[in-house]
C-alpha cells in the first residue's frame, strides 16, 4: 500500500499567507501516480490555469514532471485549504492554507486571540485510495467507509488500533482560534471540546457574525473559524469529531467512529483521562440545520454585498439515481449491456470529465467540439426523476459576466442525504435554505438580502433546498460539484464557462509555459 504525501507530512504542511500576497507552490510530482493540487476557496482571479481540477483546468501532472501553480490571494481572509483534485488521492494530499490580515493579526474584526491551532477533520483508509477509487469506478460502486476518522492525521485513542492522538496545550483565561478544516473525502462531521463553547467568527474565509454555538458542524469542503476561550479550571478535555449521515437511521456506536484529540491545560495532570464531550447523534439533522442555518455575514466597510438583481436564474436538482453506464465501466463491458448502474446528476446530466484536452485549454483554443458541450439543462427536464438516463458526456452552462441565482434541490429518489456543493473561483451567498420541496412563494420572503453568509461549500439540508447568488465575473472554467469524492466520480457535478470580457485584464491569459500536456 502506498500513501502519497506532500513533504512526507500527514496533513500536508500549512501555508501562511497575508491579504494581497501572491503564493507560488512548485508541484515536484515524486509520487508513482498523476497529480494535481486545488486552492479550494481561492478566487483564482486572472490565474485560472493555476485552480488544480485534472482535465477542467488542467492536464495531470504525470510522475516525476513538475508544475508551478501562482496566484493572488486577495480579497478573502480566513482559512482556506489545499487537497489534490484527482482520483482519491485528497485522502493523503492536503493541508490547510491561511490567510491573515494585511494588518496583522491586529485588524482581525474580532478580539485578537492569544493563540491559533489549525484542525483538520480526515478520514483514513487502511487501503491505497487510488485502488478504491479505481475499483468504484470501474464496477460502478461505492467506496467503502473509510477506516478511521481523524484529525490532524491521528485517530484518538477511542479506535483500538494505533491510538495516535494529537494535542495541544493550552492555558486559562487565553482565547484560542480555532482554525477547522473538514478535509473528509465523504463525511460531514459534527465537532466539539468536552466543557467548552466555540463563538464562530469565519467560515469559508469570510468573516461571520459571532455566532455562540457548543458544537460545530462542517461538511466536505467547509472551514469554520471559531474562538474557544479556556477556562479558569484546568484539566484535559477531549475534542471530538464524529460523522454526520442524515442517511443512516442508526449509526454504528459513537466509540467506533469518532475522531478524538487532546486539548490539555497546562498545570494539570497528565495522567488524568481526558472528558469526552456528549456527541450530537449520527443522524442529529435538526442539529446541523441549526448551525448551517444560523450563520450571517459579518458586514465590513468595502466588501462586497449580496447583488440585489440577478440575471440568470436556475433551478438545479442534485442527487443520486441510476443512469446508462459509461463505457469505461466494468459493467458495460462484460455484459455487453447498457444496463442503469448507480450515477450521481445535476439537472439529470452526470458530469463525466474529457480525458484528451483539459476544457479551460478547450475553451482558450475555442475548440470545445469533442470536449465539452453547451447542453446543460437550465431547469431539470424531469423534476424529481432519475428514471429517465443520464447523459454521458461533459457538460456545462455557458455564462457571461452576469449574477447568477441558482436554486439547488436536493432529491431523495435512492437516498436522501445532504450534498456539500462546491464552486470553484467564486464564494456565494447563501439566501435561504430549508426542507422538501422549494417552493418560490414561500421561500422568497426568507431570502436574506442583508447580510446572508458568504461560502463556496454549501450543505443542501438533506431532502431540501438551498438558494445561492454570485457574480460570474472572471473568466475561466469553473467547477461545481458535491463535495463527497464518492458523488464527484459519480457525476455530481458541472462547470460554468465564464466568458471573457472586453480587455486582456478579464480575459483568460495565456496558459502558463509548464501547463502539463496530455
Ligand atoms: Cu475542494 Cu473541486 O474541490
Not at 485560472?48 to 478573502?76: E, H, I, K, L
Not at 431547469?379 to 452576469?402: G, H, R
Amino acid at each position: 500500500m502506498i500513501i502519497t504525501a506532500v513533504n512526507g507530512q500527514l496533513p500536508g504542511p500549512t501555508i501562511e499567507a497575508r491579504e494581497g500576497d501572491t503564493v507560488v507552490v512548485h508541484l515536484v510530482n515524486e509520487s508513482p501516480y498523476n497529480m494535481t493540487i486545488h486552492w479550494h476557496g481561492i478566487f483564482q482571479r486572472g490565474t485560472p490555469w493555476a485552480d488544480g481540477p485534472v482535465m477542467v483546468t488542467q492536464c495531470p501532472v504525470t510522475p516525476g514532471a513538475t508544475y508551478t501553480y501562482r496566484f493572488n490571494v486577495t480579497g478573502q481572509e480566513g482559512t482556506l485549504w489545499w487537497h489534490a483534485h484527482i482520483s482519491f488521492h485528497r485522502a493523503t494530499v492536503y493541508g490547510a492554507l491561511v490567510i491573515r490580515p494585511r494588518g496583522g493579526d491586529d485588524a482581525y474584526p474580532f478580539p485578537k486571540p492569544n493563540r491559533e491551532e489549525t484542525v483538520l477533520l480526515g478520514e483514513w483508509w487502511n487501503a491505497s485510495v487510488y485502488d478504491l477509487e479505481r475499483m468504484a469506478f470501474i464496477t460502478g460502486n461505492t467506496a467503502p467507509p473509510a477506516d478511521a476518522y481523524t484529525i490532524n492525521g491521528k485517530p484518538g485513542d477511542l479506535y483500538n488500533c494505533s491510538a495516535e492522538t494529537y494535542g495541544f496545550q493550552v492555558q486559562s483565561n487565553e482565547t484560542y482560534l480555532l482554525r477547522i478544516i473538514n478535509a473528509a473525502l465523504n463525511t460531514p462531521m459534527f465537532f466539539k471540546v468536552a466543557s467548552h463553547n466555540f463563538t464562530v467568527v469565519g467560515a469559508d474565509a469570510a468573516y461571520t457574525t459571532p455566532y455562540e454555538t457548543d458544537v460545530v458542524v462542517i461538511a466536505p469542503g467547509q472551514t469554520v473559524d471559531a474562538l474557544m476561550v479556556a477556562g479558569a479550571a484546568v484539566g484535559r478535555y477531549y475534542m471530538a469529531a464524529s460523522p454526520y449521515d442524515s442517511a443512516i437511521p442508526n449509526g454504528p456506536p459513537f466509540s467506533r467512529t469518532t475522531a478524538t484529540a487532546v486539548v490539555e491545560y497546562v498545570g494539570s495532570a497528565t495522567d488524568a483521562p481526558p472528558q469526552l464531550p456528549p456527541r450530537p447523534e449520527y443522524n442529529d439533522t435538526n442539529t446541523a440545520f441549526r448551525f448551517f442555518s444560523s450563520l450571517t455575514a459579518l458586514v465590513l466597510p468595502g466588501k462586497p454585498t449580496v447583488p440585489l438583481s440577478v440575471d440568470t436564474r436556475m433551478f438545479v436538482t442534485v442527487g443520486l439515481g441510476n443512469a446508462d453506464c459509461q463505457p469505461e465501466q466494468l459493467l458495460c463491458n462484460t455484459t455487453g449491456t447498457r444496463a442503469p448502474i448507480f450515477a450521481a446528476s445535476m439537472n439529470n446530466a452526470s458530469f463525466l470529465l474529457p480525458d484528451a484536452v483539459s476544457m479551460l485549454q478547450a475553451h482558450y483554443a475555442n475548440a470545445s467540439a469533442g470536449v465539452y458541450t453547451r447542453d446543460f439543462p437550465g431547469q431539470p427536464p424531469v423534476v424529481f426523476d432519475y428514471t429517465a438516463d443520464a447523459s454521458d458526456t461533459a457538460v456545462l452552462k455557458y455564462t457571461t459576466k452576469s449574477t447568477k441565482e441558482m436554486v439547488l434541490q436536493n432529491t431523495r429518489l435512492i437516498a436522501k442525504d445532504s450534498h456539500p456543493m462546491h464552486l470553484h473561483g467564486f464564494n456565494f451567498f447563501v439566501l435561504a435554505q430549508g426542507f422538501g420541496n422549494y417552493d418560490e412563494a414561500t421561500a422568497t420572503p426568507r431570502f436574506n438580502l442583508v447580510n446572508p453568509q458568504e461560502r463556496n461549500t454549501i450543505a443542501v439540508p438533506t431532502g431540501g433546498w438551498a438558494v445561492i447568488r454570485f457574480v460570474a465575473d472572471n473568466p475561466g472554467m469553473w467547477f461545481m460539484h458535491c463535495h463527497f469524492e464518492a458523488h464527484l466520480d459519480l457525476g455530481l457535478g458541472m462547470v460554468f464557462e465564464v466568458q471573457d470580457g472586453p480587455t486582456a485584464e478579464t480575459s483568460v491569459p495565456p496558459p502558463p509555459v509548464d501547463l502539463p500536456q496530455c
